[in-house]
């Protein structure tokens, strides 16, 4: 078969793979090609849904603030060379019962880093967000450089990028197979094979059927989206009702400002098991867990319509520990970076950013802000003696 040549391939033209292949077409006189097992932008991927929470604040501790505040910059960039609006920066409010361990972290966190914040006592949460029922003893950490992310034109926008400086795409495509030779990587595929001199595998959930090796780390959580109406819709709108975290008792619920002007996101924890392989993932919610998660939002939102009035069910592949993967292979030769856990759209540019460098060939030492806890040894390592992922997380 006659190999088509590259000197980055980029497989997946999702999340991490946009924001790579925006990256490395920057860069001066590298042929680089991205191929997408469906078209630009899908419904199929960990980033579709409308929104996704952006906060700096973040209950995991300072692991992620670099990689955050880099991505924020990336962020206006993207809108900036796009000219599309992408980060609504309408704050992010973690409320939750004073003393609250997670909300102890974050509030910690952005004491530690800076972050501009403002703390809420209950009477200032029922005065300013009356959207929300608050509880008595309940408070609120409202993180003024968090949001609410716009995936799919982020997505699209990248990709749009990345082919107007020069990169190739192909959509439809899925790749088949990687075979490492001495003179570069073999990239198979429905249309056609390719040899690359490196390969960012950026496959989201569908990891582990190109990279065995990722076999025992990765699970597949499913994560549920829901949109519920309000009465007064003109309180959820972006510019009165910041993007949220909320934990109540045993209830966690995140969820996002109207972007469409009738719903706004409201989803909670999952309860699915972790699942191997993207077939396996169940579609759609059923009748009794819709039924369920409305009983629970009318709870947290006072007036509110309790039949989700959008709903969809996604996955995302997870590390145990949540901790991304950003790896090079010892031959140099396949960049991975995989396992967002949930949690890594917003530091998506970061991790393009990191792919494009690994793959053009930078030393790793000299790729800012990358933590060696990243690297599939080490990640390996600890999931001897953690086991893996088994769910529940958001
Ligand atoms: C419902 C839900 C809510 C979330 N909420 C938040 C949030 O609020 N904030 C936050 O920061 N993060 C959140 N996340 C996490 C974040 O969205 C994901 O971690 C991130 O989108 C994963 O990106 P990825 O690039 O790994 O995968 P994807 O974006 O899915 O990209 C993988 C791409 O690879 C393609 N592909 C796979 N295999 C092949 C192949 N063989 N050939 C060609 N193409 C292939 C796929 O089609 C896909 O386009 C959430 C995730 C979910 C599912």
Redesign the pocket.
Known sequence: MELQHADVIV???????SMALWQLSKREGLTVVG????GPV?P????A?E????RTAVHEGGTYVGMIQRSRELWRELERESGRDIYAEVGCLSIAPEGFPDLETAIGTVRQFDIPHRLLSTEDLRAQYPQHRIADGDVALLDEHGGG?R?EVA?MSALDLAEANGAELHFN????ELEERGSGVVVR?TQGAWLARTVVV??????T??SPELNDLLRLQV???TWFMPRHPEQFVPERFPAFLRDAGPIHF?GAPSFDGYSFKA?TNPEWPVFRDVDDVPVSHTRAELIKIGQRASELFPGINPEPVRQSV????YTPDRLPVVDRSASGRVVT??G?????????PQLGEWAAQLAAGDDLDAVTGWDPRFALPAHLERLAATGPYTGGG?
């Open positions: 497989i997946g033209a999702g999340t991490v793979g191929i997408e097992q469906y899908h199929h991927g960990s980033y849904g929104s996704r929470v952006f992310l995936p997505v495509t899925p790749v088949l595929t950026a496959s989201g959930s569908w990891s059927r190109l994560l549920g989206l995140f989803c996604h996955h995302c592949a970076v995989t967002l856990s949930g949690h890594g759209f917003k530091f998506s958001h």
